[in-house]
């Protein structure tokens, strides 16, 4: 029963402040939170966790792999799994085209809050019954 | 000639030697003179053969100016074109270096408040660390504008397919 437990969201992203926001933001939602500073360390969050994970956000431009190889990486293991690729330049959008994968939502940074509980509330399973802001 | 009785008389030998020394100068002037013509006429082909010449090489000359002229549009517009390459790329670089330093702290004012917004009942020591966050947050914006002012200062830098300003790098002298 999907309503008895709560969202399991990855989010890799190399600005502290930012990451800490968008854990605060998507508590806020009842989620929790797996956070990663570099995609090497979402990509080891991903391998120990992958089978209990719902949904993957990560910033393209980081240290260690880069969010399109991260999201390859995932969707090569789970094809189904929603991967929010954010960015701050459309430009970067270009390596996606290359890409194997597509991600299943663009983040254009600077974004509100709102707009990320939108699209986190479309990609889960209405199931999870997440508070409207 | 003929004197009283009828009879005709031979010319005197003086006159005969006269006539024959005309004859002899007559002929020598008309072999001086085909000499001359031929001379002139060597001439006259030596000068059409330079001139021919002086033809070839004007044309010639005509040939080397259109090409060099040529050359000098192509140099004119190739340099145009880089000029144009090197103002793009600049302007590319500035703004993939706005984009990628501004969008982040951009991003932690927007969310910061929006946490404040949407939680009125944030405790007091939360409302704080939202509001440094704000502000560290602009204090990069004003970093990053202040370096950018200085761009003859700035390198470029790799950013994954793109080229941005290394500001780490960037040795601002800030106007006192």
Redesign the interface.
Known sequence: MLGARKPIVLIAED?P??L???R??LE?LGAVVLKAEDGDSAWSLFQQNGDTIDLVISD??MPGI?GVQLMNRIKEKNPGLPVFLVT??A??R??VEESAYEPDAYLE??????DLFRRVKQALPPEFDLPE? | MSNRAGKAQEPPSQLLSQIEQLKRELREMREELEDTTRGTLALYNEIENKNAELKQQQLQLEEKNTELQKALENLRTSEEARLRAARTAAIGNIV?TY??EI??P???????L??LK??PDLPDEERRKQFA?IE??ADRVKDVITKIKQYENLLPKS????DMLDLESAKVHYKK
């Open positions: 600005e402040d930012l800490d926001l968008y605060q933001g806020m393209i431009f880069n701050g330049y430009h970067l270009t390596l940074k600077p974004f509100n809050l709102r802001y | 993939v984009n990628h969008n982040n951009l991003a932690i004012i927007t969310a910061s929006d946490l949407l939680t966050k560290r947050a950013y994954i397919n793109w």
